[in-house]
């Protein structure tokens, strides 16, 4: 069965230095999205994005993320200066065209110290 | 602004119990409604999607249903199983996004 693929599984980085989390979504999808969970609360919407533009984005999303679809198979998600509060788990998903549910990666767990 | 809440916020079983999480929503102009299942520390995975035109879907010993002008879905479990613990979340659709509850962390004891 596809898989969403998201690396690393686990990232430790200092206050204020710059992380991307990468992904590998499913290769016939076209819509993409980066969700976040912080331990102990819901899995929030961050940002997606479609045909190689954000088509929504959560105002968690601000200035120091970005997003990016570098070629046919990669989407990452930047945080440019990552603070105390950026710790959480991020998931990648993708869907397809056809009404069809999401399908999530494993995750990323960002730990910022 | 859609909210999505899920009750009971944990439960404790002993295995072959039949069990049902509830999840309601506020604002019915969903697209669909998909359950997960996530164990700790680990990715989502996709147990049922229900369009919002459809009344319920089976999977198995799973069987989700969804009532959109009351603004609920049920998950029945059937004949519970201690691989069956962990947090099962439900999550609406909303335009591109989808709006998550906060989860039922599930545990069925042998």
């Known amino acids: 069965e596809p898989e969403v693929t998201q690396t690393p599984s686990h990232q430790v980085t200092q206050m204020g230095q710059e992380v991307i989390l990468r992904c590998v979504p499913i290769?016939?999808?076209?819509?993409f999205y980066w969700y976040r969970q912080i331990l102990g609360q819901k899995v929030e919407f961050l940002v997606s994005?479609?045909?190689?533009?954000?088509?929504?984005k959560s105002e968690i999303f601000d200035d120091q993320f970005s997003v990016e679809r570098p070629d046919g198979s990669n989407f990452t998600l930047k945080i440019r200066s990552t603070k105390l509060e950026d710790s959480a788990m991020y998931f990648c998903?993708?869907?397809?065209?056809?009404?069809?549910?999401?399908?999530f990666g494993s995750g990323t767990r960002l730990t910022v110290v | 602004k859609q909210e999505v809440t899920q009750i009971p916020a944990a439960l404790s079983v002993p295995e072959g119990e039949n069990l049902v999480l509830n999840c309601s929503f506020t604002?019915?102009?969903?697209?669909?409604l998909q359950w997960f299942r996530q164990d700790p520390g680990k990715g989502l995975t996709s147990l049922l999607l229900?369009?919002?035109?459809?009344r319920e879907q089976t999977s198995g010993r799973l069987n989700a249903s969804l009532d959109k002008s009351s603004g609920r879905s049920t998950l029945y479990i059937a004949a519970s199983q201690p691989g069956d613990s962990a947090t099962y979340l439900c999550a609406v659709r909303e335009g591109g996004k989808l709006i998550f509850g906060q989860g039922t962390e599930l545990s069925v004891k042998p």
């Open positions: 998903a993708s869907r397809s065209t056809m009404g069809y549910g999401y399908t």
């Open positions: 994005f479609y045909n190689n533009e954000i088509s929504e």
């Open positions: 604002d019915s102009a969903i697209y669909n």
């Open positions: 229900i369009q919002s035109s459809q």
């Open positions: 290769s016939n999808h076209l819509y």
